[in-house]
């Protein structure tokens, strides 16, 4: 079984499906962590040893998610529309950046529970013409052209899947700094913040106004997920797993 959040009740959706699921982990002959942070969790509800193996990275279709040679000043938001990913922390950024870059346009692509909200805080705060709002299957081609990715997640941005995809299109990262988010977001590749306002827009603005800063980030971030989170590296690990099992 692969567990892939620190938050059981993230992967259930239901308190009640608790008990099941770790009945399911403690009878399976191996667990599959997704991140050293996962395997610690795990090791608290007594589960250790040699039962779990952490993985050595996620993994993204790199031919799928490519950068555009015309890159926009376009900055991104995809993922579900819940507290945990911090949507409506990325919205309420917005004015402070468009103070300074009044051309720049900005992404909410995806769904969930807090789309209402969302869509209210985007007319309240007069960003209609600035802000798309949308559930898109292929976030790609957007990625392709932006310049800038947001992960604002509250618990831990490693190692989210449209980040990935962003960093493989070439986008500087303004991530919070939480977890093993630093895993992944280094000085070289982006900016970590925490949870305010105020700090996103100024690491938005410092991203849009320092191009060759900002492209040299997207090109070393292309250059980190080629290296360390390929398919193959992926196969490797799990295709080891199951010689051990065999």
């Not at 993994?59 to 990913?85: C, H, I, M, N």
């Not at 913040?193 to 980030?217: F, W």
Request: hydrophobic share 40%; aromatic share 8%; net charge negative.
């Amino acid at each position: 079984i692969s567990v892939v959040s620190l938050d059981l009740r993230l992967t259930i959706g239901s308190r009640w499906g608790i008990p099941l699921y770790l009945l399911a982990l403690r009878r399976c002959d191996r667990i599959d962590a997704l991140s050293e942070g996962i395997a610690q969790s795990l090791s608290t509800k007594g589960f250790s040893g040699s039962k779990v193996s952490v993985a050595p990275c996620s993994f993204t279709d790199l031919s799928g998610y490519r950068p555009s040679p015309q890159k926009r000043d376009w900055v991104v938001f995809a993922g579900r529309f819940v507290p945990e990913k911090n949507p409506l922390l990325f919205l309420r950024a917005i004015p402070r950046v468009l103070s300074i870059f009044p051309e720049a346009f900005f992404f909410l692509l995806g769904e969930g529970p807090l789309q209402e909200e969302i869509e209210r805080e985007t007319e309240r705060l007069g960003l209609s013409k600035k802000v798309q709002v949308q559930f898109l299957p292929d976030v790609g081609p957007v990625l392709s052209e932006s310049k800038v990715f947001v992960s604002l997640q509250k618990h831990n941005n490693y190692p989210s899947q449209s980040l990935l995809e962003a960093m493989a299109c070439e986008n500087a990262v303004v991530a919070t700094n939480r977890g093993e988010t630093d895993r992944l977001v280094t000085p070289e590749l982006g900016i970590l913040i925490e949870e305010d306002e105020e700090a996103l827009a100024s690491a938005v603005i410092e991203l849009l106004q320092d191009e060759s800063t900002r492209r040299r980030m997207g090109e070393l971030a292309r250059k980190r997920i080629e290296r360390e989170h390929s398919i193959e590296r992926f196969i490797e690990y799990l295709v080891g797993l199951y010689n051990q099992l065999s």
